[in-house]
């Protein structure tokens, strides 16, 4: 094919794709299915069309950067719902935009203009324009911004910019930008109303400066009348994209991005005002930065807030940090629950969190209270949520919906949440849906209950089988309550949580005082007596250098608590995914490690032990770094006699093998596929499911997915990018990501025992080429 052939081919495929650049000719339409032949400026740097939200069915009409890998949207059509269906179509005509969906209906118009328009353009700039035949405009996006300004761009007096309200969703949000006569403000919105609570910072010109709007200048300066708005900084547009971006979370931000692509392709922070955003808003009203009953702490690394649930109070949405936290229980006040108020000990208690504060949430100061007074008023008051005691002897109670809350230093003095003691048996009745199941606490709850009496059921059944061992022969020690709340101080200082309860650091008052981690079992119920003792009897009798040991236990009364050893390193998932990696070397000792433990649990043990949640939090990191499985909560004991038929689905998004999900026996290949996933997390130092599409591009965001293309187009060391050491190992690296695979085939059949992975791993069993895992390997829910 000679070149002219190419040239013109390519010409036709332009053609073919109506590929438009710079002006837009009268009655042009674009649809959402055309997605790829958007309105390009002359250069390509921009583009107006469909965008596809993330995964869903529906499109933003908007203005995105069309150079760079994450396309990032800057302008797109304000209204209501900015997300419009799939078949919705925008037409050029005369009288403005037309944005309709399927069924012909308008959904959105450019509004009355001053004149007909002749044609459309999409400038260098990134302003789209609908021009007279006279080339006068009739109406622009750089006048009709949403949450971005671009260089070239100025925020007119009378114009605004308003926040998305999260990551994903362009609805209108909680924030904006505005101008008030005197100066330009940011505040917070009584959502969803216009209606602007107290300005959390503001800008204004110096002195007598006539000021025409927020000037953001073609060399990326911003400016009011003469007066820069982020100081003096260097930039390079010839370089670099901007971008200022009124962010969800209500910072206004100046990003950069290199244009050449062989620079880190994602977007920096330049400036940003205000300076702590968890601090600055300081308005009674409205939730802050994070939403109600959640607290605030600036991350400066980043240079954004960062949303915490205190607690026992869990995100609204698991998917936006933002948008809240809500208690994980009712405080019962009113006629629905009178125990709660006769008695409210008996229902309720008082949980120090440390390092926060609702400054702007009191509705009562009583002064000279003991901390125990204090604590007991909130207990025996309805309207009390929390309260926050200080040295002055001082106790101020808060109300409910918790708002503005912040990372505070609290000098010793953590606050007191008021908190339910929840019996298992007050639980609503369980509804087994795997939605429900994943992620709510109580749904996890509800799964171990529904276990352990599926447990116990088989025990007893199994007449001249199993019992429960006694606890002489697994060496353990038995402890008093009253001497496991002296080691912890109360059980003041939490390490973790796991399924069954929260974990405590505490010393045992010996010769060596030893360091102990003390889970604290929720208050049981009766039924759940057994499944305590099988967990005892399972974990005792363990021993394995890559097990967590359990030291002792104290059951009385209601009181269930596991003491084990402590590790002083936490868990493999802090140390994978922290700012620094770990050693190469380091992470191969881990794998093997973990290996060798689930070999032990699986096939070592009188009775096999499935784990059911192998995962980086379950991994706990000795002071030797040496990698210990922990949490035997979720395990099953599996008798050999019996293979597995339980059906519901135990373990954590992200690593459960497909068969939970469908009607097949649950053997130990469920932990070997959970194990396959963490050991891809080993190698590569990331999540196995990264939804922060701004850390990560699409196409990597389910890790197993981007492994097995790795792996199929002979890219294995793209996986282990920038990491020195892995790549000089390049042919353990490729080795190990195999075996992964094999881990993860959806048949559980296909998948090698953990003794081959192990045997795989030590190289003494040579690893074949493994199939493809199967699409359906894992979804994005
Ligand atoms: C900036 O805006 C002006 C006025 O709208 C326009 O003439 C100019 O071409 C724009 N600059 C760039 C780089 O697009
Ligand atoms: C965006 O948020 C709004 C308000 O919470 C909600 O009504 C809407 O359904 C959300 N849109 C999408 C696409 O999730
Ligand atoms: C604080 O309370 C104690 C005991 O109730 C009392 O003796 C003391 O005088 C009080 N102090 C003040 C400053 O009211
Ligand atoms: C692990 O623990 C030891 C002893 O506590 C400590 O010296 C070391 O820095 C820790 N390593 C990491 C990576 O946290």
Redesign the pocket.
């Known amino acids: 094919m000679s070149i002219t052939t190419i040239f013109f081919l390519a010409l036709f495929l332009l053609h073919f794709h109506h590929l438009t650049f710079g002006n837009v000719a009268l009655n042009t339409i674009l649809s959402t299915i055309d997605q790829n032949a958007p309105w390009l400026s002359p250069s390509g740097e921009f583009a107006f069309g469909f965008r596809r939200i993330d995964n869903t069915n529906l499109f933003l009409l908007a203005i995105w950067f069309n150079n760079i890998p994450s396309k990032t949207i800057v302008w797109y059509a304000n209204m209501p719902n900015p997300a419009v269906p799939a078949g919705s179509r925008v037409q050029l005509t005369p009288t403005g935009l037309y944005l309709t969906n399927l069924q012909g209906q308008a959904m959105w118009t450019t509004g009355e203009l001053q004149g007909d328009v002749s044609y459309a353009e999409m ?3 990134g ?1 789209f324009v609908l021009a007279s035949s006279t080339s006068s405009n009739l109406w622009q996006t750089f006048t009709n911004p949403t949450d971005t300004l671009l260089p ?1 761009q100025t925020l007119p007096l009378n114009g605004m910019l308003s926040s998305r309200i999260s990551r994903t969703n362009y609805t209108k949000g909680r924030f904006e930008l505005y101008f008030n006569g005197v100066k330009f403000l940011l505040s917070q919105i009584a959502w969803p109303t216009e209606f602007h609570y107290n300005p959390y910072h503001g800008f204004d010109a110096a002195s007598k400066d006539s000021v025409s709007g927020l000037v953001f200048n ?1 060399l990326g300066n911003m400016y009011i009348g003469q007066k820069r708005v982020w100081g003096n900084l260097v930039l390079d547009v010839s370089r670099n994209y901007y971008r200022a971006t009124l962010d969800y979370y209500g910072v206004f931000t100046l990003y950069f991005h290199p244009k050449e692509s062989n620079k880190a392709q994602f977007w920096s922070v330049v400036g940003y005002v205000p300076n702590n955003i968890c601090e600055a808003i300081f308005s009674e009203m409205g939730s802050g930065s994070c939403g109600y009953n959640s607290y605030c702490s600036w991350d400066d690394t980043n240079k954004r807030p960062t949303c915490k649930c205190p607690g026992r109070y869990s995100l609204v949405d698991p998917n936006d940090e933002f948008g809240g936290c809500k208690p994980d229980f009712s405080f019962g006040c009113g006629a629905d629950d009178e125990r709660s108020q006769e008695n409210p000990e008996e229902v309720f208690e008082m949980k120090p969190w440390p390092n926060v504060n609702w400054p702007l949430g009191d509705y009562e100061r009583l002064i000279n209270y003991t901390l125990d007074e204090c604590k007991r008023s909130c207990l025996y008051d309805c309207n009390c949520a929390a309260v926050i005691p200080n040295h002055a002897k001082d106790c101020w109670k808060k109300r409910f919906p918790l708002s503005n809350g912040r990372y505070v230093n609290d000098h010793g003095i953590p606050a007191y949440l008021k908190t339910r003691i929840q019996p298992l048996g007050n639980l609503n009745p369980p509804r087994l849906q795997p939605a429900l199941l994943f992620g709510s606490p109580i749904g996890s709850l509800v799964v171990a209950l529904l276990v352990a009496t599926a447990v116990s059921i088989i025990l007893l059944k199994s007449k001249n089988g199993v019992q429960v061992s006694s606890f002489d022969e697994t060496n353990m020690h038995s402890f008093t309550y009253e001497a496991l709340k002296e080691a912890t101080h109360g059980f003041n200082e939490e390490v973790g949580r796991g399924s069954f309860g929260i974990v405590y650091k505490g010393t045992l008052k010996s010769a060596t005082n030893t360091v102990v981690a003390v889970k604290r079992l929720d208050r049981v119920a009766q039924e759940r007596d057994k499944e305590f003792k099988n967990e005892l009897s399972a974990i005792g009798k363990t021993c394995h250098k890559n097990l967590v040991r359990l030291i002792g236990f104290c059951d009385e009364g209601v009181q269930r608590v596991l003491v084990y050893e402590f590790m002083s390193n936490g868990s493999l998932a802090d140390i994978l995914f922290a700012k620094f990696k770990p050693n190469w070397n380091v992470r191969v000792n881990f794998a093997l490690g973990i290996a060798r433990g689930l070999h032990y649990l699986h096939e070592e043990c009188d009775t096999p032990i499935i784990h059911c949640d192998i995962k980086p939090q379950n991994i706990l990191i000795d002071e030797n770094m040496r990698a210990k499985i922990s949490d035997f909560g979720l395990a099953k004991l599996l008798y050999s006699d019996k293979s597995g038929t339980l059906t519901m689905i135990r373990g954590t998004r992200g690593y459960v093998a497909p068969e939970w999900y469908k009607n097949t026996p649950v053997t130990t290949k469920v932990d070997v596929y959970s194990y396959g996933v963490m050991l891809l997390e080993i190698i590569c130092c990331r999540k196995s499911v990264e939804m922060d599409l701004d850390k990560v591009e699409k196409s990597k965001a389910i890790l197993t997915n981007w492994a097995y293309d790795c792996y199929m187009e002979r890219r294995i060391e793209v996986l282990v990018e920038s990491d020195e050491e892995a790549l000089a190992d390049i042919g353990r690296v490729k080795k190990w990501v195999m075996i992964a695979i094999w881990c993860i085939q959806d048949n559980p059949e296909i998948r090698p025992s953990v003794k081959t992975v192990m045997h795989m791993l030590e190289g003494l069993v040579e690893v074949p080429s493994p199939p493809s895992p199967s699409s359906s390997s894992l979804s994005m829910v």
């Open positions: 400038r260098e700039d302003n070239n073609s």
